[in-house]
């Protein structure tokens, strides 16, 4: 655990630094400090780091170092994480609802972003990317159809994960988290504690699940060591949880509040992913039942149609050649030609095979 990230994130808060020693604070997370044990916080002051290497309580947790009179929600922070919620919800809006200039727009074009799961209200929810099924087709490249293979080179000249390796399931929950803009930095499609939702190699996905098995590891070491420490605590063992004295458990709950407000909201991040694949699985399910139930009502509609007339139809012997214009001579005439040649389509031309389908049968 980096040690100036913890500290950090002590210096800036009065009450930690009114509760526990930096030392104290420190070994509740398994580190140590660089000065003398049992100094205070403020003998202790550290500048906080911007190494890109910081592990989970590191980077951007309560460390917003903007001035002139702020304005900005800290990162992680409730007001953060609402601003983010209204930036994704009203992308998504726009892709339900595109408007007249950019609908023209992806007319022309042929293209336009698929909202990630349609509106019933907007009419799109059989164009949400969630109506395609688990086997669905992704979306791919704007260069994909270059001819040449032009478009598979500048492919391997620019790779994105998001065309490259991603599932259906990967880029729907990509596309539903996309929208929200760093204030401190301007940068597009962040989430709210700063990680890249959407970027050349990387996989919002697999990062929530990374961090939520992280951030439930370090949470359980750290009430461990609470516990360890403060006698009418205790930690169940079943369900990882502190019990007993509840003003102790609040210490511990306001000490972990960022960790936990992390885990919750990648928490629901992973559930996200969970739920996508179901209802892809569901969806694909009710595409096969329906293309199934298409295939048996043709079949009988072609059986009905080589049935009709109690027996007079094509199948039933009902078809004359004889009675269809005067083919029944010429038919006629072309077998006798033949001489006795073997042929047994009386001169029509007509080929021996199976039964003639009027429909794509489906694979």
């Known amino acids: ?50 190494n890109a290497s910081q592990g989970i309580i590191g980077s951007n947790i309560n460390t917003y170092q903007g001035g002139g009179g702020g304005g900005i929600p800290m990162v992680g922070s409730d007001g953060r994480i609402a601003d983010f919620n209204e930036a994704i919800t009203a992308r998504q809006g726009r892709l339900n609802n595109p408007g007249d200039i950019q609908s023209f727009v992806n007319n022309f074009t042929g293209g336009g972003q698929s909202p990630a799961f349609g509106s019933k209200e907007a009419g799109t929810l059989n164009t949400g990317m969630l109506s395609r ?87 359980a070491k750290s009430a461990a060591r609470f516990a360890a420490k403060n006698e009418g605590v205790t930690v169940d063992p079943i369900t990882g949880e502190l019990k007993g004295n509840q003003s102790l458990i609040d210490q511990w709950n306001d000490l972990t509040k960022n960790m936990q407000t992390r885990l919750g909201y990648y928490t629901n991040v992973t559930n996200k992913k969970k739920d996508i694949a179901a209802d892809l699985a ?11 139930k298409a295939d048996i009502k043709a079949q009988a509609d072609l059986a009905s149609l080589t049935t009709q007339g109690g027996g007079g139809g094509i199948a039933g012997g009902g078809f004359n050649a004889s009675k269809s214009g005067g083919g029944s001579q010429q038919a006629k005439s ?25 429909y794509n049968r489906l694979k």
């Not at 994130?9 to 400090?33: H, I, K």
């Not at 040449?148 to 599932?167: C, E, H, Q, S, W």
């Not at 072309?334 to 009027?358: E, N």
């Open 282 to 292: 569901l969806i694909q399910k009710a595409k096969e039942a329906e293309a199934k």
């Open 133 to 219: 099924g688990m086997l669905g087709a992704k979306d791919t490249r704007a260069t994909s159809g270059l001819p040449l293979g032009i478009g598979g080179i500048l492919a391997r000249m620019m790779p994105d994960n998001y065309y490259d390796k991603m599932t259906l399931g990967d880029q729907i929950l990509t596309q539903s988290y996309m929208g929200y803009t760093d204030p401190e930095t301007g940068m597009a499609n962040k989430d709210p504690f700063g990680i890249n939702v959407r970027s050349g190699f990387g996989n919002y996905s697999e990062y929530a699940d990374k961090t939520v098995d992280k951030l439930n590891e370090a949470l």
């Open 334 to 358: 072309g077998g006798q030609k033949a001489g006795g040649s073997g042929r047994t389509d009386g001169g029509w031309g007509w080929k021996d095979g199976g039964r003639v389908y009027l």
């Open 1 to 50: 655990m980096d040690v100036n990230n913890l500290t950090s994130v002590y210096n800036q808060n009065p009450t930690l630094q009114g509760q526990y020693t930096l030392q104290q604070y420190l070994d509740m997370f398994g580190g140590s400090s660089t000065g003398t044990t049992g100094t205070t916080a403020q003998t202790q002051t550290t500048t906080p780091t911007s």
